[in-house]
């Protein structure tokens, strides 16, 4: 078997094909990306949010050495009006200390030795209360790995801060606030960062899982959802309201906390501000996608002659993305700290929306942007590729109004994957791009990551029709699952690829810019030689999906001098870091090559191994 390359046969270009996917699912931003370590720390949760949740959820009572408190939640004296709950901890004895505890997210608070923490708490007091609040970071069994108090001297509320430091390594340790004295104290806002975020941003992202993130070098990233954007009421005011951006900004005291759809209470710490600074940390575009002022889960609509705040959001993200400081929204930019613009091209409509409402709704925010912002990229919506007419409705539509690319959302079989290779084929040049938004095969195998792979090799072989491509869900907290297969598995100290990862990886590390013709003979079946080749850096990425199980050779034709892979070898597994026994994919790198000097042969070897590999060739 043999694939040959055509390196003067040149096809479309790649444009920024290959990026990522983020939506708070599985706890992907609060207990995720997002680095706040306390759970509930503005006591908002709520069983909107899920039936089990509380205002005390994640906190308990401390009392020690025949102390005695009364914790309560009260809403008449409010840090701001969305932030109305805070705690209030009423001393009954003072025993050795009352107080409260945070048991964050997973095991608990994951503390490294030897780093920084930065607590802050908004707190005051009734006048009878006049002792230190001692805080510590504690091991369950109450070993202190940190130590530090504040005093709390004002009846109105008031901001303390103190930096902690990490005496040792613990992953399951918990915040506690403890105080004597006789009285009332009341909290709100309690915080707790590792200085060390990713790029030191105060607030900012977890550092291991962004420099996952930042290691793919995705061309662009995808931002806040997913079903979370058209998901709830239409009252911008509601708990459960549709996703607002506006919402997102600024101090975190007076962002409101949100009912995430998936379960869950949303801080939206991790807001828009946060989302764009990331995109230019990692060096990706960013594509918001913003509600079409339709919910199709609940089939609600806003009335067309209401429809104009929600069109004027999306107007308004755009300023706040890219306007400079005299406009409204690109000076608040500058007041958060980033009077450059954000650089946005991409904006998305709706999400997986399907129903008339929502095609209704669509020309007239595609026709405010273009009007106002023509080189803005419009992106409109399909829906889930099982949905049929309603499928062919989206398509219709982009077509209709111009949209620059139409979202496809699917997830499959890894046989679905391998059997559409050709899908996109027959797609037209000048009709709207595709956006595959959200794709995923039923699985995080390595056969599942191989299908994948070779589906990828279509997509890029059809980059006249394909614009944009993001796997999808992203990230799992692995003890809080919403969804399954996702890319990347963490707790609160571990991340883990899945092969599913590594084929991302592959694919955006050699990002091309244009394709090359690539022609497969002999193999036993047709997906055995999904390949395509791009220029760029220059890169063939091969996906074996065949029973048999291949011996790479590579001649040098120059020199002679042939270099012999085993298809699994393990001095070529690039995969060291991932624990023993894991279903890994082995990738092959073959380094450094002059690659227009080698023919590349693929030796059929009859084995009972694994059932393929990737490869990917080039500099
Ligand atoms: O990726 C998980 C969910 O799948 C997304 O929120 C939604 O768009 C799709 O149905």
Redesign the pocket.
């Known amino acids: 078997a043999a694939l040959t390359i055509h390196p003067r046969r040149r096809g479309a270009e790649l444009g920024d094909m290959f990026g990522i996917f983020f939506?708070d699912?599985n706890h992907a931003a609060d207990g995720g990306l997002y680095a706040e370590l306390v759970q509930n720390r503005s006591f908002e949760f709520d069983p909107i949010d899920h039936r089990e949740y509380h205002a005390l959820t994640a906190w308990e009572t401390v009392e020690r050495g025949g102390g005695k408190a009364a914790v309560t939640i009260e809403t008449s004296h409010p840090l701001n009006e969305r932030n109305p709950h805070y705690a209030v901890i009423e001393i009954l004895a003072e025993g050795a200390g009352v107080g409260i505890l945070n048991q964050g997210f997973n095991s608990g608070i994951s503390l490294t030795k030897g780093e920084s923490y930065l607590f802050s708490v908004y707190a005051r007091r009734d006048n009878s209360f006049n002792e230190p609040l001692v805080l510590t970071l504690e091991s369950h069994e109450g070993v202190v790995h940190a130590e530090a108090s504040i005093t709390v001297d004002s009846a109105e509320w008031r901001k303390y801060e103190v930096r902690l430091t990490a005496q040792d390594t613990d992953v399951s340790s918990r915040l506690v606030l403890v105080t004597t004295g006789s009285g009332k104290l009341y909290l709100d806002m309690v915080s707790l960062f590792p200085e060390a975020t990713f790029r030191g941003r105060p607030g900012g992202m977890r550092k291991d899982i962004s420099e996952w993130l930042a290691a793919l070098k995705p061309k662009f990233m995808r931002f806040p959802?997913?079903?979370?954007i058209h998901d709830g009421s239409l009252n911008p005011d509601a708990r459960d309201s549709l996703y607002h951006w506006k919402n997102t900004l600024g101090d975190v005291a007076q962002r409101p906390s949100r009912r995430n759809n998936w379960s869950y209470n949303q801080t939206l710490g991790l807001g828009y501000y946060e989302y764009f600074q990331f995109c230019e940390d990692i060096g990706a575009k960013p594509l918001p996608v913003l509600p079409g002022g339709y919910n199709p889960h609940r089939n609600q609509a806003v009335p067309l002659d209401e429809l104009e705040p929600w069109i004027q959001d999306a107007l308004d993200l755009i300023e706040f993305a890219n306007g400079d400081s005299s406009t409204p929204w690109g000076s608040k930019r500058a007041e958060l700290g980033h009077p450059e613009p954000f650089g946005l091209e991409y904006v998305g409509i709706g999400?997986?929306e399907v129903g008339e409402p929502f095609f209704e709704r669509y020309p007239y925010f595609h026709r405010a942007i273009k009007e106002r912002y023509p080189d803005i990229k419009v992106i409109n919506s399909s829906g889930?590729f099982a949905a049929g007419s309603e499928y062919d409705r989206g398509w219709n539509s982009a077509k209709g109004h111009g949209s620059d690319l139409v979202d496809e959302?699917y997830?499959q079989s890894p046989e679905w994957f391998l059997a559409n290779y050709h899908r996109y084929d027959n797609f037209k040049a000048d009709e709207p791009k595709v956006f595959l938004g959200?794709f995923a095969s039923w699985g995080n195998s390595y056969y599942n990551a191989l299908a994948e792979a070779a589906y990828m090799t279509g997509l890029e072989r059809n980059a006249h029709a394909v614009g944009l491509v993001c796997y999808?869900?992203m990230l799992c907290n692995a003890d809080y699952v919403n969804?399954k297969p996702d890319m990347i598995w963490f707790n609160n100290h571990q991340v883990y690829g899945t092969p599913n990862y590594y084929v991302q990886k592959l694919f955006m590390n050699h990002h091309g810019d244009q394709l090359l013709a690539v022609e497969g003979s002999g193999f036993s079946a047709p997906q055995a030689a999904a390949a395509s080749a791009i220029i760029g850096p220059i890169v063939l990425t091969a996906s074996n999906t065949a029973a048999e199980f291949y011996d790479i050779e590579l001649l040098n034709r120059v020199t002679g001098e042939k270099r012999t892979f085993s298809g699994l070898s393990p001095e070529v597994n690039t995969m060291k870091d991932l624990p023993e026994g894991s279903n890994i994919p082995r990738v092959l790198e073959l380094g450094e090559t002059g690659w227009e000097h080698y023919t590349l042969s693929l030796k059929a070897r009859r084995t009972a191994g694994p059932k393929g590999f990737i490869i990917e060739f080039g500099r």
């Open positions: 939506e699912i959802g997913g079903c979370l999400n997986e889930p959302h997830y959200e999808a869900p969804w």
